[in-house]
């Protein structure tokens, strides 16, 4: 199936303008934002967003980083240094009202049913994740997530799809973090957890280090399996 990558901006809440990257199969189908990690649009989120949008959705992505220095970034040790930098500071108010921004720019488009999910890598789980209270969001997948564990209060009031997916071996979400996030979630029929073993963080980007393709794969089937519900 034919995809189409488009980018346009978007105006921020506190001034200036953030770009968003879509994608779309010119098929009538549900919305979902993807929240990139600290590395940004790298070459391997778009590819991802390419094929959600081969399986009829609408997808699109923000530039998280607007307000500092966005831009996608690569794996070399400066990289590294300055996605990490990234994260000093990060205003996560303002990067849900982007998201916000985003859901509602999908949802104004003809071929969006108007149903719009958050699926978020690495630093964009945590968005994924409170978008479903917060924002109203469909569904959410979180791929190795961080973040999620300060916001299980929110856990009694989760109605929707979510689905978690952690690396055994991640050391931004080890063990005792995902042993809570499941306390929290035991007896929901809405939130699916998932661990990987031997999995480490960033299993399911394919320009990471750690990549694993057989988690990866599984992972994403899963995720595609839980956001049909939303179709």
Do not use: W
């Not at 530039?63 to 994260?87: D, I, N, V, Y």
């Not at 929290?184 to 939130?191: D, I, P, T």
């Amino acid at each position: 199936m034919s995809v189409t990558e488009t980018s346009r901006t978007l105006p921020r809440f506190d001034g200036g303008a953030f770009e968003i990257i879509e994608a779309s199969s010119g098929t009538r189908g549900p919305g979902i934002v993807f929240v990139s990690s600290v590395y940004g649009h790298t070459a391997d989120l778009r590819a991802t967003m390419r094929r959600y949008a081969a399986s009829g959705f609408v997808v699109a992505a923000p530039e998280m980083f607007s307000r500092t220095e966005g831009g996608a970034l690569g794996q070399s040790e400066e990289e590294r240094a300055k996605a990490r930098g990234r994260l000093e500071g990060y205003d996560f108010a303002a990067g849900m009202k982007d998201v916000r921004a985003t859901m509602d720019a999908l949802r104004a488009r003809a071929d969006c049913t108007g149903s719009v999910a958050v699926l978020g890598y690495c630093f964009g789980g945590e968005f994924a994740y409170v978008a479903t209270v917060e924002l109203g969001a469909a569904a959410a997948v979180s791929f190795h997530g961080v973040g999620i564990e300060r916001h299980l209060d929110l856990a009694p009031r989760i109605t929707v799809p979510v689905s978690l997916h952690f690396g055994e071996e991640d050391r931004f979400a080890p063990p005792a973090t995902i042993d809570a996030i499941e306390a929290a979630h035991r007896g929901s029929k809405n939130v699916e957890i998932y661990r990987y073993p031997g999995g480490k963080h960033g299993f399911a980007q394919s320009d990471s280090a750690a990549y694993d393709e057989a988690a990866a794969r599984l992972s994403e089937e899963r995720a595609l399996t839980l956001l049909a519900r939303i179709k």
